[in-house]
């Protein structure tokens, strides 16, 4: 057992201190209070849980999102990414939503995947905002590297945003365009797209935690 202890510390990869993400609440359109927060590692079975039905629907490249956010919080669990961090997106503690990413340098940072399970209430939006928010406003970084694998994210990311286009500059998940949210773009869009409200009162925090699936969801899975 302590040669497997031993050998385990050399797979992972060393973690930096890094400021944890303040929760924060969001009212969305539907009047609804979605709860943001960054989890840990031992809440990453329901995360889990939540993405696998996703990993077989075809519609909007959900397959290949959910598939890579699914290897990306297992590796999370796993202590086999550097410095990643996940959020979750929820209401009445019913998961709604989920996104993720790593700090590549103290000033650059990298987008993995944002996933919304509840469509029409643009949660993906707001979750794609509160890591944009993590990286600039708390972190206090420079740039973000970003990258879309279904045409809505390429929307809703690159040209919403007006992201510059960084060809050259490879994002860890392969081929696709990488383009750059800068500070700069950040500041000029963050009074419209970042929402919500600190602190989260004690009786929205007692009613998200811990999160959990739909009924209807849970069927479905």
């Not at 997106?89 to 103290?106: A, D, F, K, Q, Y």
């Not at 949660?123 to 928010?133: N, S, T, V, Y």
């Not at 929307?155 to 365009?177: A, C, D, N, T």
């Amino acid at each position: 057992m302590a040669l497997i202890d031993e050998m385990e510390k050399q797979l992972r990869p060393p973690e930096d201190t890094v400021e944890p993400y303040p929760a924060k609440y969001i009212t969305l359109a539907s009047g609804e209070k979605m709860l943001v927060r960054q989890i840990s590692r031992e809440e990453c079975g329901i995360v889990l849980e939540a993405v696998r039905p996703l990993m077989t629907v075809e519609k909007d490249f959900y397959d290949i999102v959910a598939s890579r956010i699914y290897s990306e919080v297992l590796g999370y669990m796993r202590y086999r990414v550097k410095d990643e961090y996940v959020f979750l997106g929820t209401i009445n503690g019913e998961i709604v939503g989920i996104v993720n990413g790593r700090l590549v340098t103290p000033e650059l940072g990298m987008s993995y995947h944002t996933i919304a399970i509840r469509q029409g209430l643009r949660i993906g939006a707001q979750l794609f905002a509160a890591k944009m928010e993590y990286h600039f406003d708390i972190l206090g970084q420079e740039e973000v590297l970003v990258v879309a694998e279904s045409p809505n994210g390429f929307k809703r990311w690159m040209i919403e945003y007006e992201l510059e286009s960084r060809p050259e500059v490879w994002h860890e998940l392969g081929g696709v365009p990488t383009f750059v949210l800068t500070r700069e773009l950040w500041e000029k869009h963050k009074a419209e797209k970042s929402t919500g409200r600190r602190p989260v009162p004690d009786e929205l925090l007692a009613a998200n935690i811990p999160p959990h699936l739909s009924a209807s969801y849970a069927q479905k899975s």
